[in-house]
T-cell receptor, first 115, second 116 residues
Framework: DAGVIQSPRHEVTEMGQEVTLRCKPI?????LFWYRQTMMRGLELLIY????????DSGMPEDRFSAKMPNASFSTLKIQPSEPRDSAVYFC?????????????FGEGSRLTVL | AQSVAQPEDQVNVAEGNPLTVKCTYS??????LFWYVQYPNRGLQFLLK??????LVKGSYGFEAEFNKSQTSFHLKKPSALVSDSALYFC??????????????FGTGTRLTVIP
């Protein structure tokens, strides 16, 4: 199994530009999570999906952030317009349908730098 | 509300010595507890979890953790540290009786450095 695949691994953009991060979860996993990691705030959950349906998006910072999961094998996190404070590593993780007992499998992350 | 505390930002230990990385948690119901490790420029990797049963849980790479309900702790341990264990370690908790029970709350991480 290839694991959770994220792209791009690195993104450098200028303030105001649109950023799209992509994630392919592990096949058969029903849960997909987007986390953001910064030195100041650690790991924060942004949103998670179950069977492609958003369940909890209370961690999405503001309207500039949006996430979609059009099918079981693909999700996007979009930031529009981007700001320097959005600079962080964004992780996607997936989990099988084992409910609360299941561990998360993380991708390698997308490091975003907004200038 | 659920939360996790890792009181030490940094832990240094000599190679071959036992190591402990501390974690305490706060939940309103029963906890599910997890440990993850993160190597530089990599994603988090699952080490072990406590769901129910034996309070001593064994995981990957020789790590183990002990669930202590009275002290609300879940410390990570290893009898003999290796230089390759140097990494960032995260404790995480789920409160199975809370809304959004599938969400994992992570601690702030502890950087472990094993000195040769």
């Amino acid at each position: 199994d290839a694991g959770v695949i994220q792209s791009p691994r690195h993104e450098v953009t200028e303030m105001g530009q649109e950023v799209t991060l992509r994630c392919k979860p592990i096949s058969g996993h029903d849960y997909l999570f987007w986390y953001r990691q910064t030195m100041m705030r650690g790991l924060e959950l942004l949103i998670y999906f179950n069977n492609n349906v958003p369940i909890d998006d209370s961690g999405m910072p503001e309207d500039r952030f949006s996430a979609k999961m059009p099918n079981a094998s693909f999700s996007t996190l979009k930031i529009q317009p981007s700001e320097p404070r959005d600079s962080a590593v964004y992780f996607c993780a997936s989990s099988p349908q084992t409910g609360a007992t299941g561990e998360l499998f993380f991708g390698e992350g997308s490091r975003l730098t907004v200038l | 509300a659920q939360s996790v505390a890792q009181p030490e930002d940094q832990v240094n230990v000599a190679e071959g010595n036992p190591l402990t990385v501390k974690c305490t948690y706060s939940v309103s119901g029963n906890p599910y507890l997890f440990w993850y490790v993160q190597y530089p420029n990599r994603g988090l990797q699952f080490l072990l979890k406590y769901i129910t049963g034996d309070n001593l849980v064994k995981g990957s790479y020789g790590f183990e953790a002990e669930f202590n309900k009275s002290q609300t702790s879940f410390h990570l341990k290893k009898p003999s540290a290796l230089v390759s264990d140097s990494a960032l370690y995260f404790c995480a908790v789920r409160d199975i009786e809370a809304a959004g029970a599938n969400n994992l709350f992570f601690g702030t991480g502890t950087r472990l450095t094993v000195i040769p």
